[in-house]
C-alpha cells in the first residue's frame, strides 16, 4: 500500500493549514487542486472520501482522514522524527492535546460567532463561554513564550498559529495589536514551512 500522502486542496480553505503541516513534517505527498468554483468539492468521485464535501482531506495506507486538528494529529504521530508531538507518557502530550483541540472547540467558534455577528450565547452553554474567556485563555498561554508549549514548538502551534494568524488578518477584534499575539504570529510565519506555502496560489 502506497506510502504518498494524498492531499486534496484549495489554498483557500482550511486545507492551507495541513500544508504547513505537510511541510513541517517533510512529508511525501501528492497535491489534488479542487477546484470550488467548478463545484469539484461536491463531485460524487470526491462525496464518496468526504461526503460533506469539505477540505482539508487526505488519503494515506488506504485511510480517508477529514478535519484539519484530527489530520494534523495523525500528521505529527506518523511523523515521529519531526518531532511535532510529546510522545506518548511524556506529560507535555496533556498540554498538547489542550491547545490542539482548543482550535476547533473554543478558538473557532469564538471566532465565527464574532465575526458574523451572532447573538452572543449563553456563556454557561456555549463551549467556548466567551470571546473574551477564549482570547484571556490564549494569551495567558502564550505570556510565557514563544510557543504553546513553551521552548517546545509543536503541532498545537501549526493549528492554533495559523487559526490566531487568519483572524487577525481578518480583522477580529482583540487581536492585531496585541503584542503577544503579534510576535508569536511574527515567529510562526517566519519558520520555512509556513514560507514555502504561504505565496501559493488558487489553483484554475
Known sequence: MSEEIVFYHNPQSR???????????????????IDFSKGEHKAPEFLKLN???KLPTIVHRGTVVTETPAIIAYLADIFPQAGLAPPIGD????????????GGSCFEPAILDTATKRPAPDPG?????SYQDVLTALKTALT????????????????????????????????KGEKVFDDYVARLTAREAYKKVSGEAAPA
Open 15 to 33: 486545507a492551507a493549514m495541513v500544508h504547513f503541516m505537510l511541510e513541517e513534517c517533510g512529508a511525501d505527498y501528492r497535491v489534488v487542486p
Open 51 to 53: 461526503p460533506m464535501g
Open 91 to 102: 506529560p507535555a502530550r496533556g498540554t498538547y492535546y489542550r491547545w490542539l483541540f482548543f
Open 125 to 129: 452553554m456555549a463551549g467556548y463561554g
Open 144 to 175: 510565557p513564550g514563544p510557543w504553546l508549549l513553551g521552548e517546545r514548538y509543536s503541532a498545537a502551534d501549526v493549528y492554533v498559529g495559523s487559526e490566531l494568524n487568519w483572524a487577525m488578518m481578518f480583522g477580529a477584534p482583540g487581536l
